[in-house]
């Protein structure tokens, strides 16, 4: 680690690869030979498309996208795609409804935004405490959605889909802002996934949209331009000036991966890490408390009370604290659900995982 580095487990803008930074460093001053700055120059320029192709070759090779699949690389963020979704695919079936399958913070805003543009069927009864995803089953899904809605990582509530959706044809759209490249998945069984790159690809500015070539060309005509797929598809992303450095970041983070060896050494490496931390979790005795049941833990946000269910403020505070001490941020939990969250982005390295965990099993001989 760089001198006055920290362990940064913040959920987002979070931690990038520190070989990825030092790349940006290096060529900040004078892009390969350009005498420019990536941020000096021209999206239209040879360099910058180089920049893009290969970016979108990299992240093509990552997770086997197929030809009948386009790559944006959007403005707006994953809640600007909580309205493009709705804009671009409502339309696709007549009744304009679409299934939503609320199972957090981030899917109840993208039901909420979608609301503006058509109707919105909540799968799952409404609840105010997360803590699991309902077996399929259970969905109350209408046959006549032009798109099933969900999302794979909760980044509030600390709680992933362990498997994806079967929809009957209907196509699948999914928010994957915060656990895109952390394992393998078929990417053939969605219609459109989208991801911010601030979680776990990159820094803010940037939002990568995978659609499938059969879903373009059905947006309502109030759909802004800039978030209309095909428009953007048919200007090659730069119908207006694109985040040009985001990109470039996220490329250097997709190079990182590959030499890392790709998304099947992150799927190990995130089992690794969430499970050291959870197992601390569970034979605390309830010292620390994980209110997400075991099937739908995120292997990316890991949350939990100390204390007890409900957790002692001042204990969580003392933590958060002693933590600080020793290097570790950003560990606080969202506002709106309290307690402590713990990010295990692609960035975290095992050694900081286990330097967390071992803190955590002397913080609770300390203090319990
Ligand atoms: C952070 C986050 C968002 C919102 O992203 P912005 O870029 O802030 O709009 C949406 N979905 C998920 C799962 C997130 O973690």
Redesign the pocket.
């Known amino acids: 680690m760089s001198e006055g580095r920290v362990i940064n487990f913040a959920p987002?803008p979070a931690k990038l690869p520190e070989a990825v930074l030092q790349r940006a460093q290096k060529e900040m001053l004078n892009y390969k030979n350009t005498g420019v700055s990536v941020m000096e120059l021209s999206h239209r320029s040879a360099d910058f498309a180089k920049i893009m192709t290969m970016t979108e070759a990299n992240l093509r090779d990552l997770i086997a996208i197929p030809e009948n699949y386009k790559i944006l690389f959007l403005q707006g963020?994953?809640?600007?795609q909580f309205a493009a979704t709705a804009l671009n695919l409502m339309n696709l079936k007549k009744g304009q409804c679409a299934d939503y399958v609320v199972t957090g913070t981030?899917s109840a805003k993208a039901a909420k935004e979608a609301e503006k543009y058509g109707k919105v069927n909540r799968v799952l009864p409404k609840t105010s405490k997360y803590t699991m995803i309902p077996p399929q089953d259970t969905w109350t899904v209408n046959p006549d959605a032009s798109y099933l809605y969900y999302?794979a990582?909760?980044?509030v509530h600390g709680i992933e889909f362990p498997f994806i959706p079967e929809s009957n044809g209907v196509p699948i759209v999914c928010?994957m802002?915060?656990n895109i490249l952390s394992k393998p998945f078929d990417v053939t069984k969605f219609g459109v996934i989208y991801a911010?790159a601030?979680?776990n690809i990159g820094c803010?500015g940037v939002?990568l949209v995978i659609v499938r070539e059969d879903l373009l060309g059905h947006a309502m005509p109030i759909c802004p331009t800039i978030l209309d797929y095909k428009a953007q598809v048919e200007a090659n992303s730069l119908y207006n000036t694109p985040p040009a450095y985001s990109i470039y970041i996220m490329g250097l983070v997709f190079e990182w991966l590959k030499e890392q060896g790709g998304t099947d050494i992150m799927e190990e490496r995130s089992a690794i890490k969430a499970k050291s931390i959870y197992d601390v979790i569970d034979e605390s005795n309830s010292f620390y408390c994980c209110p997400v049941d075991p099937s739908a833990r995120s292997r990316m946000n890991v949350c939990f009370r100390i204390g007890g269910p409900d957790g002692v403020d001042e204990l969580e505070k003392k933590f958060i604290s002693e933590a600080q001490k020793r290097k570790m941020v950003s560990i606080k939990g969202h506002r709106s659900v309290g307690g402590i969250r713990v990010s295990l982005y692609n960035a975290i390295t095992l050694e900081e995982t286990f330097t967390m965990a071992q803190f955590m099993t002397e913080f609770q001989a300390n203090y319990q």
């Open positions: 987002g963020g994953g809640t600007g981030w999302c990582n909760e980044t928010d802002s915060s911010g601030q979680k803010a939002t």
